[in-house]
């Protein structure tokens, strides 16, 4: 490997390069992970509050927050999941049976709350009863999302990959914008043997101008080619690394996410930094500061290679 003609030793570009793959894979939940008194909680819907609270592993609260929602009938399918969350971190899974079943009594045709007793159901590993309950939750409402993403997963824990697939990729085109989702179908494609067909999926739908959908797929890709990225360059394959940051370069490109292309390039810069090639890095720090002038980092590292 050609020695870099920066000053500092590869140890350095292997701290910062960890640094921004952290705040990639990380950065969202350490932001919402804050203490409350740093957040803005006015901009924040009562669900997203019972879902920081959540974050905070504040459980008893959050399950205060959720049961009230339901008590009050503001309910959809994530009220639901984060009361079941929140009693299931607290070890109390039965309690939050009880406030289902009761909701049920009175609703029985409650979409939301058959999603919630078949959350249940499946978290207890009774894979069955899981099963009938969101069967029924999106027959009650084909568009229910969350429940289709579930019987997904049941449907993957009997091996039936290709109806598991199917029924994820349906809660996708409802709720693109949902990272569950895509983490269930990466899951379900690795379990078939055929980890790349997320990547013939973002193509597909890329193909047929479903822009959103198409946009979502895209950055589940890119999710993991970044993952990969992290591996290679933690293992010292540094080319390759490279290469699946390229790869992501043009993912991103195609969906015409240029946001993203910022920590992309920065991160090539270092790369191609630490391999010696400081024409490259160059090109790339000022790649960087083309889309966002401010980037005092990369201003930095490309004063330095003047």
């Known amino acids: 490997m050609p020695k870099s003609a920066f000053p500092h030793p590869p140890i350095f570009f292997r701290q910062i390069l960890g640094l921004i793959l952290a705040f990639f894979v990380l950065g969202p939940f350490l932001l919402q992970a804050q203490p409350s008194n740093h957040l803005d909680l006015s901009s924040l819907s009562r669900v997203q509050k019972g879902e920081l609270l959540l974050s905070q592993s504040r459980n008893q609260e959050a399950a205060d927050q959720f049961s009230s929602l339901i008590a009050e009938g503001a309910v959809d399918g994530y009220v639901f999941r984060g009361l079941i969350r929140a009693y299931w971190n607290l070890g109390k899974l039965e309690g939050a049976k009880q ?79 949902e990272p569950m989702f895509f983490r269930n179908l990466k899951i379900i494609y690795r379990e078939m043997g055929d980890p790349g067909l997320i990547l ?5 739908y890329l193909g047929q101008g479903a822009s959103e959908v198409a946009n979502a797929y895209g950055k589940a890709v890119a999710r993991s080619l970044r993952q990969k990225s992290f591996q290679l360059y933690a293992q010292g394959q540094l080319d390759e690394a490279i290469d699946r940051f390229e790869e992501m370069e043009s993912v991103y490109k195609k969906i015409g996410h240029k946001s993203g292309l910022v920590p992309v390039y920065f991160s090539l810069g270092l790369l191609y930094e630490e391999k010696g090639d400081t024409q490259k890095a160059k090109k790339f720090y000022n790649r960087v500061l083309t889309i966002n002038s401010r980037h005092l980092q990369a201003k930095d590292r490309l004063n330095r290679l003047q």
């Open 200 to 204: 013939a999926d973002f193509e597909y």
């Open 99 to 177: 406030l289902i079943a009761d909701f049920l009594a009175e609703n029985p045709d409650s979409t939301e709350a058959l999603y919630g007793f078949g959350y249940i159901f499946y978290l207890n590993e009774d894979m069955d009863k899981a099963e009938e309950y969101f069967e029924q939750a999106v027959a009650s409402d084909s568009r229910n999302a969350l429940a289709l993403n579930n019987w997904g997963a049941v449907l993957t824990r009997q091996k039936s990959y290709v109806q598991a697939a199917e029924k994820v990729r349906e809660a996708i085109q409802l709720n693109p914008s």
